[in-house]
């Protein structure tokens, strides 16, 4: 994972009130106090490629607060969304990567402004062997990952198209907090692997039925 050092702080004391707020119920006092010693606190603001299709990872992150859409590309630049991580959460597929020392497959954008500190990979797989807390974290990650790969699988395998759409537009407010959806057909076409006069045309159907309003690149939920 490659990034600039604009928006980033080491600043320990802030390190720990932000990582106190949520993983000090997941993480043992000793590790939280190795996480400050060596992570780094950056802030990205939306729509921003957190990691990219090719990178190397150098770090892992800890997601504070904001989303991060998993996003696999083909040979042809076709893409389809795989899974959002958000508060809590740290990319199962990241840590592969690191321990592997392998080229990311996936690429992450922030839905909304994200915050989150950064393990240097060195760090992985020594906590692993030491911390009982950090392996118990990693493979809840890979769990809960290879759950939400599942049902990616299954909803462009089993599901119809107008159920796909439906699914996505809930997930999506879901994530993002809010029912107006700042979002092109043709961006939703792209995460769930279909045609933009496809996901029109099934828009238009959702909202004749009072369930949302299309305006020009933002769709307003109302009921669905």
């Known amino acids: 994972m490659h990034y600039s050092h604009k928006n980033m702080t080491t600043d320990k004391e802030i390190l720990r009130e932000k990582l106190e707020d949520y993983y000090t119920t997941v993480f043992e006092k000793e590790l939280i106090d ?3 010693k060596v992570g780094i606190l950056r802030t990205i603001h939306s729509n921003e490629i957190l990691i990219d299709i090719g990178d190397k990872m150098t770090h892992v992150p800890l997601i ?4 991060v859409k998993i996003i696999r590309e083909d040979d042809n630049g076709e893409e389809i969304a795989l899974y959002y991580i958000e508060k809590g959460d740290t990319c199962a597929i990241s840590f592969v990567n690191c321990l592997h ?3 990311s497959m996936f690429r992450g954008i922030t839905e909304k402004d994200t915050e989150g500190i950064f393990i240097p990979v060195d760090m992985i797989d020594a906590w692993l062997a030491k911390y009982k ?8 990650t890979y769990h809960m ?6 049902e990616s699988i299954d909803s462009l395998a089993f599901m119809k198209l107008d159920d796909r ?5 809930i997930d999506k407010v879901k994530v993002l907090d809010t029912n107006i959806l700042i979002i092109t057909h043709q961006e939703i076409a792209n995460d769930i692997h279909t045609s933009r006069v496809v996901v029109s045309r099934l828009l238009k159907v959702l909202e004749n039925e009072g ?5 020009r690149n933002r769709i307003i939920i109302e009921n669905i």
């Open 64 to 67: 504070l607060n904001g989303a």
């Open 34 to 36: 190795e996480i400050i």
């Open 211 to 215: 369930k949302i309003k299309i305006r």
């Open 165 to 169: 759409l439906h699914k996505y537009l």
């Open 133 to 140: 807390t950090w392996r118990e974290f990693v493979i809840d």
């Open 101 to 103: 020392r392998t080229e």
């Open 145 to 150: 990952r290879l759950i939400e790969m599942v």
